[in-house]
C-alpha cells in the first residue's frame, strides 16, 4: 500500500523557518517526480513545488515563494523535503506531498503536516 506520511510542521512566528520531511513506504520514488502541496483554512489545495525524479529539476508555483522555499529529495530514503525560510502568515496551510510516475498521481493522499505562521 503506497503511502505519504508528513512531518515537520508546527507553530512558528513570521520570519521563522521549518523543514517538512515528507517519507514514501509502499513504492520507490526514485522514478517519479514529487510535489508538495499546500490547502489553507476555505481554500482548494493548491501546489507549492516540484522536484524531477533525479532531483535536477525543480519548479515553484508561486513568486511568492521563490527564494524561501526550497524542495529536495533523498531518493535512498525515500524522502522528500520543503525547507521554508522567512515564513509569513500567508504560509499557514496543510502541507502534503505527492508522487506523480508518468503523468499519473500515486496513491492517496496522507494526513498532511499543519504549519501555522503567527506571533
Known amino acids: 500500500q503506497v503511502q505519504f506520511v508528513e512531518s515537520g510542521g508546527g507553530l512558528v512566528q513570521p520570519g521563522g523557518s521549518l523543514r517538512l520531511s515528507c517519507a514514501a513506504s509502499?513504492?520507490?520514488?526514485?522514478?517519479?517526480?514529487m510535489r508538495w502541496y499546500r490547502q489553507a483554512p476555505g481554500k482548494q489545495r493548491e501546489l507549492v513545488a516540484s522536484?524531477?525524479?533525479?532531483?535536477?529539476?525543480?519548479?515553484y508555483v508561486d513568486s511568492s515563494v521563490k527564494g524561501r522555499f526550497t524542495i529536495s529529495r533523498d531518493n535512498a530514503k525515500n524522502t522528500v523535503h520543503l525547507q521554508m525560510n522567512t515564513l509569513k502568515p500567508e504560509d499557514t496551510a496543510v502541507y502534503y506531498c505527492?508522487?506523480?510516475?508518468?503523468?499519473?498521481?500515486?496513491?492517496?493522499w496522507g494526513q498532511g503536516t499543519q504549519v501555522t505562521v503567527s506571533s
Open positions: 509502499g513504492f520507490s520514488i526514485s522514478d517519479s517526480s
Open positions: 522536484i524531477s525524479s533525479s532531483a535536477t529539476s525543480t519548479f
Open positions: 505527492k508522487a506523480v510516475r508518468r503523468g499519473v498521481m500515486v496513491g492517496s
